[in-house]
Nanobody, 123 residues
Framework: HVQLVESGGGSVRPGGSLRLSCVGSGYTASSACMAWFRQAPGKEREGVAGMHVRSGTTTIADPVRGRFTISRDSARNTLYLQMNSLRPEDTATYYC?????????????????WGQGTQVTVS
């Protein structure tokens, strides 16, 4: 069983930066893909950035490409999302996810684990 705990959210002005962290415990070594998703009020959850753990290849969603970076520290079992040049439309609850299966560079819905989410507000 994998447990994921996000942190680093908060309130920031447009143009500001935040770094989200997701600490994994349990059988995190079995995670083949990890990712950050977000969900704004009244909208569906969307993928923001995904990573294939073994190869390190990443996928960044179009709305955040060039502004957000996903990275991982395997020694610390921590996934990061560096968010720069934040915009009001980036306001959402951000979730970390992991699965032993992949869909591209995103965790497959089969066997996916979710964190509890961390709020990011840009205004």
């Amino acid at each position: 069983h994998v447990q994921l705990v996000e942190s680093g959210g908060g309130s920031v002005r447009p143009g500001g930066s935040l770094r989200l962290s997701c600490v994994g415990s349990g059988y995190t070594a079995s995670s083949a893909c990890m990712a950050w998703f977000r969900q704004a009020p009244g909208k569906e959850r969307e993928g923001v950035a995904g990573m294939h753990v073994r190869s390190g290849t990443t996928t960044i969603a179009d709305p955040v490409r060039g502004r957000f970076t996903i990275s991982r520290d395997s020694a610390r079992n921590t996934l990061y999302l560096q968010m720069n040049s934040l915009r009001p439309e980036d306001t959402a609850t951000y979730y970390c996810a992991a699965s032993r299966y992949c869909s591209g560079n995103y965790p497959h819905s089969d066997g996916i684990f979710w964190g509890q989410g961390t709020q990011v507000t840009v205004s």
